[in-house]
């Protein structure tokens, strides 16, 4: 069991960048896969991006390949998201999420969950 917090989001012009990260407690991070979903009003919660518990496997999903990085620091108990060439077509709640199976792009396949970050570009 972990619990994560999600900070980082703001408001930024198109072509601008925000970093997110998602901050966990607990002992075992490194052995969870951490993902990131988005989520815009009145959309189905996507699937961005997820990483594999020792950061050496990620999967993207193809609206934010070339643009988005995710990254872990387990020493530091955090995943990141760096964005960057933003769109408001990212506009969304960012969440992160926690598994022990990897890879898992479904929302369902999660039991833990971040509270969100709003992250809005503007045109």
């Known amino acids: 069991q972990v619990q994560l917090v999600e900070s980082g989001g703001g408001l930024v012009q198109a072509g601008g960048s925000l970093r997110l990260s998602c901050a966990a407690s607990?002992?075992?991070?490194?052995?969870?896969?951490m993902t990131w979903f988005r989520q815009a009003p009145g959309k189905d919660r996507e699937f961005v991006v997820t990483i594999s518990g020792n950061g050496g496997t990620t999967l993207y999903a193809d609206s934010v390949k070339g643009r988005f990085t995710i990254s872990r620091d387990n020493a530091k108990n955090t995943v990141y998201l760096q964005m960057n060439s933003l769109k408001p077509a990212d506009t969304a709640v960012y969440y992160c999420a926690a598994a022990k199976s990897f890879p898992i792009r479904r929302p369902l396949g999660y039991d833990t969950w971040g509270q969100g970050t709003q992250v809005t570009v503007s045109s």
């Open positions: 607990g002992r075992t991070f490194s052995s969870y896969a």
